[in-house]
């Protein structure tokens, strides 16, 4: 089986001289293509920072990092924008949705970019909307949801455009405990039914048994268990 993503030994520090944190210090990760990969560890231990160099909106300070064989370092901001916006998709944290479009305009946001006709991908986003349980919500505007709500529409953006690599940083931290499993499940579902590789970032234990390798992250390092 092929890796979709290969760390080593990443380091990334933010800031400088005493204000600075030492994020991450020395990681290495190997993700199996068609897998579920979840990473876990505490607030502040680097989870984020280590996703984000591997969607390519950070860069790590040292180290390397192959995504879907690119090697991150070897490709200009132009070129690992283009293979970000086709080959990843990326569930923000804080869902980041456009606040002055509609949840179905924030959807097709990916796939205008990967050249689908607006029609068509306004089609797409209503279905996943449907999928997703907010058929009725089409139309509305992220500020007229419920942070559940608008979780969901983030992860149907993160889906829309059918990336290869879909990382999501804690997807169910605003979903009740139905409603959670049910989006689990379906993710769970797109590893097993297409190759994607999905990473999930998450502090909700109730996830645990959707995965197919769990990393624990401690303080900037990888560590057995947290
Ligand atoms: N933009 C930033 N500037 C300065 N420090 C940051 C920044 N982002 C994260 N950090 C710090 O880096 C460490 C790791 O953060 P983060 O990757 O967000 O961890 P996690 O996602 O596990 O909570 C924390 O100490 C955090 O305060
Ligand atoms: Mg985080």
């Keep these: 089986m092929e890796d979709a993503i290969v760390c080593k030994d990443i380091m990334k520090t933010y800031g400088e001289g ?5 994020a991450l210090r020395g990681v290495s990760l190997t993700v199996p293509s ?10 502040g231990s680097g989870k984020t920072t280590l996703i984000s160099i591997m969607a390519g909106i950070l860069t790590a300070d040292s180290g390397s990092c192959s995504v879907l064989g690119t090697n991150l370092k070897e490709v200009s901001d132009k070129e690992k924008t283009q293979f970000r916006g086709k080959n990843i998709g990326f569930l923000f944290q804080a869902f980041n949705l456009i606040p002055s479009l509609t949840i ?3 959807i097709i946001i990916p796939l205008l970019l990967n ?24 139309g509305k ?7 559940g709500q608008e979780q ?8 829309a455009h059918t990336p290869q690599l879909i990382v999501c940083d804690e997807p169910t931290s605003f979903l009740d405990h139905h409603t959670g499993m049910k989006i689990m499940e379906l993710l769970q579902n797109m590893v097993k039914t297409s ?3 999905l990473i999930v970032v998450t502090h909700d234990p109730r996830i645990t048994q959707f995965a197919d390798n769990i990393k624990y992250l401690d303080d900037g390092l990888i560590v057995e268990k947290s």
Excluded at 34 to 43: E, V
Excluded at 124 to 134: P, T
Excluded at 141 to 147: A, D, H, K, R
């Design 141 to 147: 505007m992220p500020s007229e949801l419920s942070g």
């Design 115 to 138: 050249g689908v006709a607006r029609k068509e991908a306004i089609e797409r986003a209503k279905a996943l909307l449907a999928e997703f349980g907010l058929g009725d919500k089409v």
């Design 195 to 197: 190759k994607v590789t």
């Design 18 to 22: 005493s204000n600075s944190v030492q």
């Design 152 to 159: 969901r529409v983030a992860i149907a953006r993160a889906l």
């Design 104 to 106: 179905e305009d924030n």
């Design 34 to 43: 068609g897998t579920l990969q979840l990473l876990m560890g505490p607030s």
